[in-house]
Nanobody
Framework: VQFVESGGGLVQPGGSLRLSCSAS????????VIWFRQAPGKEREGVLC????????YYDNSAKDRFTLARDNAKNTVFLQMNSLTPEDTAVYYC??????????????????WGQGTQVNVSA
């Protein structure tokens, strides 16, 4: 089982990026997929999660009107679309599948992140 995050890069404030979480060895459509991020010098935080049904749960209120998730089952990929990016969004972003459901906020710390992550830099 392997999953890979990609799509990060340098973007100006107000710009957009689309990150990908792709998997091999498992079918992501059978999993909830959580996105975490870790900014320099800060603790890891959960950002948002997509349930099997497509319902999205937001853990970071600042992401609610700017970030969204979508599945492409044919590509076995979950996309994180990020709009109106700010320097505060600068971080390494990780995805983590969960075969059961999206976690409650208090459960986020239980996850070990196995992917390499993808770096997002928002700067002028």
């Amino acid at each position: 089982v392997q999953f890979v995050e990609s799509g990060g890069g340098l973007v100006q404030p107000g710009g957009s990026l689309r990150l990908s979480c792709s998997a091999s060895g498992l079918s992501l459509d059978s999993f909830a997929v959580i996105w975490f991020r870790q900014a320099p010098g800060k603790e890891r935080e959960g950002v948002l999660c997509i349930e099997h049904s497509g319902y999205i749960i937001y853990y970071d209120n600042s992401a609610k009107d700017r970030f969204t998730l979508a599945r492409d089952n044919a590509k076995n990929t979950v996309f994180l679309q990020m709009n109106s990016l700010t320097p505060e969004d600068t971080a390494v972003y990780y995805c983590e599948p969960d075969e059961m459901r999206c976690p409650h906020r208090g459960e986020l710390a239980q996850y070990d992140l196995w992917g390499q992550g993808t770096q997002v830099n928002v700067s002028a």
